[in-house]
């Protein structure tokens, strides 16, 4: 079946552009995760949503990242006035619910802020 | 904040060793800790998993270990092959309360054929 979809697989911006970039998980799965992954790092957790409760926040680097999620299905994260730090690939991935259950990882998009 | 601590970085092994990977976590709440690889490339897929009630866990080459009173975690993988090449990565998952998913930053292992 099809797996945790991200777009765009790249994307390029000059630093104080918003950039938007949007995930689609496996479908029937209640929970969706954002990470960030910077060059030869590990995985930094964002941010995460469990059906419709209200996401956590916390791991949102600073108040120009937001997230949204409608409903079960696609997911966007937003970056306001982007800085050269936030360059990394950002990867979402999908699960049956929270708990201890496998997260599928999307392709990731890598951003690139010049 | 609760951190995970991955070790070694890097590792080399010859085809057909052993390679065990360490990690070390913070949050005593942790019950859940998985196990992700990751290609160049690709994206993590986890290879194995292990639950906090349960100490030792195998699945055919790779097995993983739990010490919850020490707060630690091992991989061990052997018998590698050149296709285990990837960067590993652990996490600590805690699962009730406040969810907290924190990652390793990672082991590239490399299998010299």
């Known amino acids: 079946g099809a797996g945790v979809s991200q777009s765009p697989s790249n994307k390029v911006t000059e630093k104080g552009k918003d950039v938007e970039l949007r995930c689609d998980p496996i479908?029937?799965?209640?929970?969706l995760y954002w990470y960030r992954q910077r060059l030869g790092q590990g995985l930094e957790f964002l941010i995460y949503f469990q059906g419709n409760s209200a996401p956590d926040k916390s791991g949102l680097p600073s108040d120009r990242f937001s997230a949204e999620r409608t409903g079960e299905s696609v997911s966007t994260l937003t970056i306001q006035r982007t800085q050269q730090e936030d360059s990394a690939v950002y990867l979402c991935?999908?699960?049956?619910?929270?708990?201890?259950?496998?997260?599928?990882f999307g392709p990731g998009t890598r951003l690139t802020v010049l | 904040g609760e951190n995970v601590e991955q070790h070694p970085s890097t590792l080399s092994v010859q085809e057909g060793d052993s390679a065990v990977i360490k990690c070390t976590y913070s949050?005593?709440?942790?019950?859940?800790f998985p196990w992700y690889k990751q290609e160049l490339g690709k994206r993590p897929q986890l290879i194995i998993d292990i639950r906090s009630n349960v100490g030792e866990k195998k699945d055919q080459r790779i097995a993983v270990t739990l010490n919850k009173t020490a707060k630690h975690f091992s991989l061990h993988i052997t018998e590698t092959q050149p296709e285990d090449s990837a960067v590993y990565f652990c996490?600590?998952?805690?699962?009730?309360?406040?969810?907290?998913?924190?990652f390793g930053t990672g082991t590239r292992l490399k299998v010299l054929a």
């Open positions: 991935a999908s699960s049956f619910g929270l708990a201890d259950n496998e997260q599928f």
């Open positions: 949050d005593s709440a942790s019950n859940y």
């Open positions: 479908s029937g799965h209640t929970a």
């Open positions: 996490a600590a998952i805690t699962t009730s309360g406040t969810y907290k998913y924190i």
